[in-house]
């Protein structure tokens, strides 16, 4: 891990303090880190988990030529 620094107003400085103290997060550096993916994710520079799922599974029918619920139903009949 690398550290990062940054001025912030006292306002944000009380608001991670207080989602500390709350409990939400274990540290103020959490508090940031989790601001920064949410930001990403809002920006699309990060994949959500179920966007690599979607993906994936689309990646995969493309290859096979089938869909997601025909496969699931060969293996289904399979066992």
Do not use: C, F, P, W
């Amino acid at each position: 891990m690398v550290i990062m620094s940054s001025d912030v107003t006292e306002e944000i400085k009380h608001m991670t303090k207080e989602m500390v103290e709350r409990g939400l997060y274990k540290s103020q550096s959490e508090v940031v880190r989790d601001a920064i993916r949410q930001l990403a994710l809002k920006y699309g520079l990060k994949e959500t988990s179920i966007e690599k799922v979607r993906k994936n599974v689309a990646e995969a029918s493309k290859r096979s030529g089938k869909t997601l619920s025909q496969t699931v139903r060969e293996i289904r009949d399979d066992v």
